[in-house]
């Protein structure tokens, strides 16, 4: 099984199973966030604020103080090199594990706005294919 888990080739495939993950961390929290589990409660928090949070104040501040607010975007990048230099493994998986963490931010916050959307209407959701 972790055989098939990990011989994703496309990135889409790798988008679809991180909104799915993101799905599955608003729900576990959802089911689990309060005291004393506060299961996926922290990670679920990173989601929004590196997803969602931090795109509406950069966008934000662009548009009122460009070209200075557009440095707001320069914290990616900054990110993604803070957990490359931390990281354990070879430089290069380093830099791949660093850029796909950051980059995966994205589709984990609409995993969680999926979720949060289709229990506002009352809905479940449909299994999250990747392959």
Known sequence: MTLHD????KFGQWWKRMLRSGYAMAEGTFLHGAPPERHKVK????????GLGIPVVAITTSVLFWPLGAAAFAIYP???VRLAIRGKRSLRENWLHAAFLVIGKFPEMLGQL??????????????????
């Open 78 to 80: 900054l990110q993604a």
């Open 114 to 131: 999926r979720f949060f959307i289709l229990l506002c209407l009352g809905r479940k959701s449909r299994l999250i294919e990747y392959k």
């Open 43 to 50: 990670e679920s928090r990173r989601a929004w604020l590196w």
């Open 6 to 9: 990990a011989a994703m080739t």
